[in-house]
């Protein structure tokens, strides 16, 4: 018999023959922001199982988490026929997770977390902060705590806040300090505007933007999207006195005495210091609209300028104040859980469909997946799909890079990593991969590749689809026992399909 590798190969050659290479649309079409905004729990019932499942998986996907199919439908009869559990009928699965978020973890449930990371992952001494918290995000179960935590993690990914770890001016301990303030503040509920003003007098800011030109420049072009270069002169005065010393010195922000006074009209106001002009911006009227743009960017950035802005004044029409209040206006939105076609990160793509699908981490996984290229690494890393958190001077693209090159690292490593790997040995801490819990069901033939569809896609096999894998396994004289190979042979061809590294629309919506 050959290797099962090489049957995997000739069922991918024979599959992609018959289907020319899959894939879906990724257009967009929808309309700006709606009246009538966050979808609510009688908006969730009246959509059909798969629909309701796909709006979960979107959800949770986004929050770099999943909800395993088992959990979710009737998996004890023999036919899959996408029946939600009798127990969980009557559950509003939507209601249930925006209550999780709202619920903390205790101190004591959050310490056995974070010495669970301790003992079960290993980091790099002096590279541990991306690797620790993106394990932590792991480990953790949905609450307050995680949400906050993800709030923290998605901001410093973005051009607001972004450590800029590639510059040699900064350093890894830049991400936990930028971290930890931005999940201490929003687990506070400190206002946007103080969070914001915080950050723009901290060190790791002006590691990433050195002299009062720099700084003062980009301060207003990234909170205020305020382009006036006859104003930079004028904030370089007000923080004259502010300065970042070279690598002989540390990169240590200092401030000294001399400071400015003489008055600066600039920013419709009057300023005199440094700490007046970043008040001057964290008061801003321009700040929340901004902070919004940008959140919006990433989260509809597929959808036109008009589209956006129309979603940005539907925000900012509630008032939000805190960060949470953007976050949820937005993710719990019918323009975002049913309408939305983009691109997936990363994190969406890999952790939302690992959980859905039992993966298990290595105890050097999240080390792993997050080295540069100047260290060894077993496999396909972060920085090979150019989508290294923490890493960019202004922050991850809103949409991932997706040329040639940064596209087929990805796929690469969803595919090798979590779709065709599974877990052959439960008690090795190196072996990761999806485990054999995934295909612990009763579905056979037909039944049991739509099982595996809407477990990874949100939806069943199509008529073409069914026949070719079944040809598949006809040719490779599989049986119904031979559940693992018939696995990785639909996941293998999942792999390939554009609609696995996407967002795509729910129920009609566009």
Same mark, same amino acid.
């Given at each position: 018999?050959?290797?099962?590798?090489?049957?995997?190969?000739?069922?991918?050659?024979?599959?992609?023959?018959?289907?020319?290479?899959?894939?879906?649309?990724?257009?967009?079409?929808?309309?700006?922001?709606?009246?009538?905004?966050?979808?609510?729990?009688?908006?969730?019932?009246?959509?059909?199982?798969?629909?309701?499942?796909?709006? +979960?998986?979107?959800? %949770?996907? !986004?929050?770099?988490?999943?909800?395993?199919? @088992? /959990?979710?439908?009737?998996?004890?009869? =023999? #036919?899959?026929?996408?029946? +939600?559990?009798?127990? %969980?009928? !009557?559950?509003?699965?939507?209601?249930?997770? @925006? /209550?999780?978020?709202?619920?903390?973890? =205790? #101190?004591?449930?959050?310490?056995?977390?974070?010495? %669970?990371?301790?003992?079960?992952?290993?980091?790099?001494?002096?590279?541990?902060?991306?690797?620790?918290?993106?394990?932590?995000?792991?480990?953790?179960?949905?609450?307050?705590?995680?949400?906050?935590?993800?709030?923290?993690?998605?901001?410093?990914?973005?051009?607001?806040?972004?450590?800029?770890?590639?510059?040699?001016?900064?350093?890894?301990?830049?991400?936990?300090?930028?971290?930890?303030?931005?999940?201490?503040?929003?687990?506070?509920?400190?206002?946007?505007?103080?969070?914001?003003?915080?950050?723009?007098?901290?060190?790791?800011?002006?590691?990433?933007?050195?002299?009062?030109?720099?700084?003062?420049?980009?301060?207003?072009?990234?909170?205020?999207?305020?382009?006036?270069?006859?104003?930079?002169?004028?904030?370089?005065?007000?923080?004259?006195?502010?300065?970042?010393?070279?690598?002989?010195?540390?990169?240590?922000?200092?401030?000294?005495?001399?400071?400015?006074?003489?008055?600066?009209?600039?920013?419709?106001?009057?300023?005199?210091?440094?700490?007046?002009?970043?008040?001057?911006?964290?008061?801003?009227?321009?700040?929340?609209?901004?902070?919004?743009?940008?959140?919006?960017?990433?989260?509809?950035?597929?959808?036109?300028?008009?589209?956006?802005?129309?979603?940005?004044?539907?925000v900012l029409s509630q008032n939000p104040k805190t960060f949470r209040d953007v976050f949820n206006l937005l993710l719990f939105s019918k323009e975002y859980l049913l309408k939305v076609e983009r691109p997936k990160k990363w994190e969406e793509a890999f952790l939302g469909t690992g959980y859905r699908i039992y993966f298990k981490p290595s105890k050097n996984f999240f080390k792993y997946i997050n080295?540069?290229?100047?260290?060894?690494?077993?496999?396909?890393?972060?920085?090979?799909?150019?989508?290294?958190?923490?890493?960019?001077?202004?922050?991850?693209s809103p949409i991932p890079p997706l040329d040639a090159l940064s596209f087929a690292y990805y796929h690469k490593g969803l595919r090798e990593q979590l779709m065709i790997d599974r877990v052959t040995d439960e008690f090795n801490e190196n072996d990761f991969g999806w485990r054999e819990e995934f295909i612990d069901v009763p579905f056979a033939e037909d039944d049991f590749i739509h099982y595996v569809?809407?477990?990874?896609?949100?939806?069943?096999?199509?008529?073409?689809?069914?026949?070719?894998?079944?040809?598949?396994?006809?040719?490779?004289?599989?049986?119904?026992?031979?559940?693992?190979?018939?696995?990785?042979?639909?996941?293998?061809?999942?792999?390939?399909?554009?609609?696995?590294?996407?967002?795509?629309?729910?129920?009609?919506?566009?």
């Amino acid at each position: 018999m050959k290797p099962f590798y090489l049957l995997l190969f000739s069922a991918s050659m024979f599959i992609f023959s018959c289907f020319g290479g899959g894939g879906g649309s990724n257009d967009n079409t929808s309309s700006t922001a709606p009246s009538s905004f966050t979808m609510t729990e009688a908006d969730y019932d009246q959509l059909s199982p798969e629909e309701k499942y796909s709006v +979960i998986s979107k959800l %949770t996907s !986004t929050l770099y988490k999943g909800i395993p199919v @088992k /959990e979710f439908f009737d998996v004890k009869k =023999s #036919n899959f026929d996408l029946t +939600i559990q009798s127990a %969980t009928q !009557t559950k509003n699965h939507l209601k249930d997770i @925006k /209550e999780a978020l709202t619920k903390p973890i =205790s #101190n004591e449930k959050l310490d056995f977390y974070i010495q %669970t990371v301790e003992s079960k992952y290993d980091f790099d001494k002096n590279k541990k902060q991306p690797q620790y918290i993106m394990a932590l995000l792991y480990e953790l179960p949905i609450s307050k705590t995680y949400y906050d935590m993800w709030m923290a993690y998605f901001l410093s990914n973005t051009v607001l806040f972004s450590p800029a770890t590639e510059l040699e001016s900064t350093d890894y301990i830049d991400i936990q300090r930028v971290f930890q303030r931005l999940y201490n503040s929003i687990s506070q509920d400190k206002p946007i505007r103080e969070i914001v003003y915080n950050h723009m007098i901290s060190q790791e800011n002006w590691r990433r933007f050195r002299s009062p030109e720099d700084n003062t420049r980009e301060m207003m072009e990234i909170f205020l999207r305020r382009f006036k270069d006859e104003e930079v002169p004028k904030a370089s005065i007000a923080c004259k006195n502010w300065y970042l010393t070279d690598d002989t010195g540390g990169y240590q922000l200092v401030i000294e005495l001399d400071e400015n006074y003489e008055p600066q009209n600039i920013l419709e106001t009057t300023v005199v210091n440094c700490y007046d002009f970043y008040r001057a911006i964290s008061e801003h009227k321009d700040l929340i609209p901004t902070v919004v743009s940008v959140i919006v960017d990433h989260l509809f950035s597929t959808y036109s300028d008009e589209q956006k802005k129309g979603i940005v004044n539907t925000v900012l029409s509630q008032n939000p104040k805190t960060f949470r209040d953007v976050f949820n206006l937005l993710l719990f939105s019918k323009e975002y859980l049913l309408k939305v076609e983009r691109p997936k990160k990363w994190e969406e793509a890999f952790l939302g469909t690992g959980y859905r699908i039992y993966f298990k981490p290595s105890k050097n996984f999240f080390k792993y997946i997050n080295r540069d290229r100047t260290s060894y690494r077993p496999f396909t890393s972060l920085y090979d799909m150019k989508q290294p958190p923490f890493a960019e001077k202004l922050g991850r693209s809103p949409i991932p890079p997706l040329d040639a090159l940064s596209f087929a690292y990805y796929h690469k490593g969803l595919r090798e990593q979590l779709m065709i790997d599974r877990v052959t040995d439960e008690f090795n801490e190196n072996d990761f991969g999806w485990r054999e819990e995934f295909i612990d069901v009763p579905f056979a033939e037909d039944d049991f590749i739509h099982y595996v569809f809407v477990s990874v896609l949100g939806r069943k096999a199509t008529e073409k689809e069914l026949s070719v894998l079944n040809q598949v396994f006809e040719k490779t004289n599989l049986k119904d026992s031979d559940k693992w190979k018939k696995t990785m042979i639909i996941l293998d061809y999942i792999s390939r399909l554009t609609e696995f590294y996407s967002f795509r629309s729910i129920g009609g919506e566009k």
